[in-house]
């Protein structure tokens, strides 16, 4: 219910939020993105209840591809010393305490 897609308009360099929408399910936004023109619905931000399954990789494909991982991994990737990936925080991206 905290999860939400932003309907955006860009002019030049500026980019204009014009609303919220809420992420009720994947079908729903799909829907969403075939009412609007390429590019004007990205994501916002998606919150998960705190019960949820605490997987080591999750990704998104109806708003953006993202592809996020958990601590966990990002530490044993790095143990390992594997390369050819670059890792960034995601502040999009949260589980309720």
């Known amino acids: ?3 939400y ?3 955006i308009s860009s002019k ?6 014009e609303k919220k929408i809420p992420i009720l ?3 729903q936004i799909l829907s969403e993105k ?4 390429l590019g004007s619905l990205r994501l916002g931000k998606i919150v998960m ?3 949820f399954p605490n997987y080591d990789l999750y990704q998104t494909n109806c708003l953006g591809h ?4 958990s601590e966990n991994l990002k530490n044993a990737l790095l143990e390992e010393g594997l390369t050819g990936f670059e890792l960034k925080p995601f502040p999009k991206f949260s589980v309720e305490e």
């Open 34 to 37: 075939r009412k609007r023109k």
């Open 1 to 3: 219910e905290k999860s």
């Open 49 to 51: 209840k705190k019960g």
């Open 25 to 27: 399910s994947r079908e």
């Open 12 to 17: 030049t360099t500026e980019i204009t939020i």
């Open 5 to 7: 897609g932003e309907v």
């Open 66 to 69: 993202h592809t996020i991982i």
